[in-house]
């Protein structure tokens, strides 16, 4: 398989060094047509950072570093190990509510 090409933000950038995994950096000129055109055939809506592997491309570097963990064993793995931990990551920045029956801390 072809090392994946990337289009890329600082923290996807760290992702690959410390995986060791070899890919090919390319950066786009969006003031040309046909690098915009490349860019939404990947990303209907336009999100960068994007990862090509094969047949799958992704856009949003949480995703890709995820993606990389998943399947690159060197890869460092974002957040807590533990479903639950993980779980409590995902949920910052949503609608902090307490669940009904509890109060809220602080």
Known sequence: MAPPAVVLSGKVLIALYE???DFDRRQLDLSRADERAALAQLSP???MPMLVAGDRALAESSV???WLAIHHPAAPRPGPRRPRGRAGCANVGS???PAPGRAAAG
């Open 19 to 21: 995986s060791g995994l």
């Open 45 to 47: 809506m336009g999100k």
């Open 64 to 66: 890709i570093i995820e």
């Open 95 to 97: 609608d902090r509510r």
